[in-house]
């Protein structure tokens, strides 16, 4: 494939990609394996730590008992990459460190072997941004004590690196606290198919996007290869956006968000126009501010997996204060998420539906661009909807999340391809069912 994309300089917000095509909607625009990855802490014993993929059961790293894989074959080809981790690892135990620490620490092992250059990136290491000097005091005394966290880990490891180091890595990569700080700025969060976040990783050429609240493009990891792909249509020399974010919250909060996290006043056009904080703060405000009050508390209850407290606070909430607060509402809206999930692990597939289905509609409305979230949502209620034997209503559904995911996705995605196979069923539930009523129509005299 030509490359799509090339580096520009975009006015007023530094080095950017741009298109250097005419792209369709859907269409993919760049694929890539990480410079270096990781999966998160918390679901180091779920994830196989070569190929990302969840499962009940995987095997542990003999040596550090920290590392899991599927098999043989992914533990036999993560090893290269996992070989001077393990050793650091060990060296640690029972600690395990922050997975901006065990991240860096895996780019350093990978710039330092010769077979992972970086020569093809249009972005390289050396450029990425620390934000250092602009950075508030109480941020960089957080990431200075991760930068020493770095040396400790790797101090096993360090005596031969050292030295190693010096020799290969540009300056700026050599010292801890700015090796940190570029990675906790530029790496990206890795996801699976339903977009629980699973890792992190380093995409150097991918860190030239810049953000937009409402982006061209949207990013999709299928294992640990990210897919870029056009939610919109983009003409020649069009800079390609995505978001760093979660959109679907209110211009000053998104704003806040992007200041604190990537230090930059967000000027896009959603944001310089306010577009939809109308809508998300309909109904009377002393009804909503209540349900916004609450969510706080509800978070705490969800964190400490209190499923049947916090269930009957969002019910009771919907029922009474909520009642006289629009769907539309951004409160409420959380609230009824919040909820389904609750349902969902209570295995209440009735009140998850009846929630799930009030959604639909608001995420219809936030949502104008195909925008995995929102397919990924028509997924899970369509799935309800089959369980509980609602055939029609689900096909219905899954439809609607197939016109996103296969743009979002791409055709071979395994989330499309899982969808396909759930309209398949269907389909073939609902022959199955005709043919028994014709069958008993001909019985009838
Ligand atoms: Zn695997
Ligand atoms: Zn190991
Ligand atoms: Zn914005």
């Not at 920290?66 to 533990?75: D, E, F, L, T, V």
């Not at 540009?170 to 906790?184: F, G, R, W």
């Not at 019910?315 to 909520?322: E, R």
């Not at 197939?402 to 389909?427: A, F, N, V, W």
């Amino acid at each position: 494939m030509a490359p799509r994309l090339e580096r520009f300089v975009s006015p007023g917000k530094g080095n950017g990609l741009r298109a250097t095509a005419s792209i369709r909607r859907g269409e993919l625009v760049y694929s890539t394996e990480p410079l270096a990855c990781c999966v998160s802490n918390r679901l180091a014993r779920d994830v196989c730590h070569h190929c990302f993929t969840r499962r009940e059961t995987l095997l542990r790293c003999s040596h550090c008992k920290m590392a899991r894989y599927c098999n043989i074959s992914c533990q036999k080809q993560a090893w290269s990459g996992h070989k001077r981790e393990c050793k650091c690892l060990r060296s640690l135990l029972p600690r395990i460190p922050t997975d901006s620490v065990r991240l860096a620490a895996r780019l350093i092992f990978a710039l330092l072997s010769t077979s992972k250059g970086s020569s093809e990136e249009l972005y390289t290491l050396e450029e990425h941004e620390s934000h250092l000097s602009s950075m508030p005091e109480q941020k960089k005394q957080g990431l200075s004590q991760l930068a020493s966290m770095l040396d400790l880990y790797l101090q096993q490891e360090v005596l031969g690196l050292a030295q190693e180091m010096t020799s290969a890595l540009p300056p700026s990569c050599q010292e801890p606290l700015s090796l940190i700080a570029k990675v906790t700025c530029n790496c990206f969060t890795i996801s699976d198919g339903e977009l629980q976040e699973i890792g992190v990783g380093l995409y150097p050429s991918l860190s030239l996007l810049n953000h937009d609240c409402r982006p061209n493009c949207v990013m999709v990891f299928e294992g640990t290869k990210l897919q870029l792909r056009a939610v919109r249509d983009i003409n020649p020399e069009e800079e390609l956006t995505i978001s760093y974010i979660e959109t679907l919250s209110l211009t000053e909060d998104r704003r806040r968000q992007l200041e604190d996290q990537y230090h930059f006043m967000c000027h896009c056009q959603h944001c310089d126009s306010q577009d939809k904080d109308e809508l998300m703060l309909s109904g009377d405000e002393a009804s909503w501010s209540l349900l916004k009050e609450a969510l706080p508390r509800l978070e705490g209850q969800k964190a400490e997996s209190d499923w049947q407290a916090l269930l009957e606070s969002c019910s009771h909430l919907l029922s009474t204060i909520g009642a006289n607060v629009p769907d539309d509402n951004l409160y409420k809206l959380r609230i009824t998420d919040v909820a389904l999930d609750a349902s969902i692990h209570l295995g209440l597939w009735e009140e998850a539906v009846k929630y799930g289905e009030r959604t639909l509609p608001v995420y219809r409305q936030y949502y104008p661009d195909p925008h995995p979230v929102h397919g990924v949502q028509l997924m899970r209620i369509g799935k309800l909807q089959h369980y509980l034997e609602r055939i029609e209503d689900a096909l219905d559904t899954f439809k609607q999340a197939y016109q996103i995911i296969k743009l979002t996705h791409g055709d071979s995605h395994p989330l499309t391809t899982d969808l396909l196979m759930k309209m398949e069923e269907c389909r073939a539930e609902m022959d199955q069912q005709s043919s028994i009523a014709r069958r008993h129509l001909s019985r009838t005299p």
